[in-house]
């Protein structure tokens, strides 16, 4: 039971620290580039960039109360495939944050920071408001869905500890913005993205296992095989430390040929994010 409580923890806190450092980030540099060229408009851009981080919050609030009532709705096989398509989204969400991190260490162009200068400089402050709210929406839709993936597995979970993992990630998240606003080094930059990534993928492979598990149990998909091996001796997948590894990574320590085929896929499509771009020069 305790390492249960480890996990969800672990997980919850994880989640809320990655989406709230990039909603932070999101707002610093909106900020920052819409006050960079005219210093009579700072008060007015903050405003309005104020004003979106609202709107943003409100409509992953909505979300929030929109999938919880749907959740209480539900009972039986319907809650139960609800939750798997949560976990699904979550760990579709997840492999997708990570490729848009790589791209984005590649070099791609910072049109967040071109569009919130192009609003100021017209005047259009509704668009500055509009892009801040789309921006912090994205990164609250994203942390509602994965929690809502993370919690479907979990049973008994008291809303005290969701709190207290929710505001330990958001504490993380402020502190790594403001080590970053204080002058944070490049090395550390890339060492925080490379962090965040792994952390995303291993998130993601735990909630992709969760989905196969419950597929199989409402007897969506057939497992395929008996267990091909016992390695529970080692590590059991039911108690203890092996426990938490186990809703951490998907590790299972009797697995069917359906989960190790599952997993194998989802990290085979997670290697493409570290592949070479397909436009670089071939060498001669």
Not at 163 to 169: E, K, M, R, T
Not at 171 to 199: N, Y
Request: glycine share 10%.
């Amino acid at each position: 039971m305790k390492s249960d409580l480890y996990l969800q923890f672990v997980e919850i806190a994880s989640v809320v620290w990655r989406e709230s450092f990039e909603a932070l980030l999101i707002v610093g540099i909106l900020l920052t580039w819409s006050m960079r060229d005219i210093a009579a408009a700072r008060g007015r851009a903050a405003t309005c960039i104020a004003a979106g981080v609202v709107g943003g919050l409100v409509f992953a609030a909505i979300l929030a109360f929109i999938m919880h009532t749907a959740a209480e709705v539900l009972e039986g096989d319907a809650e139960e495939i609800l939750q798997m398509v949560m976990a699904s989204v979550a760990a579709f969400l997840m492999l997708r944050m990570v490729f848009w991190m790589r791209r984005q260490e590649r070099g791609s162009p910072k049109e967040l920071q071109t569009r919130a200068t192009a609003h100021v400089r017209a005047g259009n402050w509704l668009g500055l408001s509009v892009l801040t709210g789309l921006a912090v929406a994205r990164e609250g839709a994203e942390t509602v869905v994965f929690l809502a993936g993370v919690m479907s597995s979990s049973i008994g979970l008291q809303a005290g500890l969701v709190l207290a993992s929710g505001l330990s990630g958001f504490v993380l998240a402020a502190v790594c913005f403001w080590a970053f606003k204080v002058g944070a080094t490049r090395a550390s930059k890339k060492a925080l993205a490379r962090f965040s990534q792994g952390l995303l993928l291993v998130l993601g492979s735990g909630l992709t296992m969760v989905v196969i598990d419950r597929a199989i149990s409402l007897g969506f998909v057939s497992p395929m095989t008996v267990p091909l091996w016992d390695s529970s001796s080692l590590l059991d997948d039911g108690s203890g430390f092996g426990a938490f590894i186990a809703g951490l990574t998907g590790y299972r320590s009797r697995p069917e040929l359906l989960p190790i085929l599952g997993i194998a896929f989802y990290w085979l499509v997670a290697s493409v994010a570290y592949a070479p771009p397909l436009d670089d020069e071939v060498p001669a």
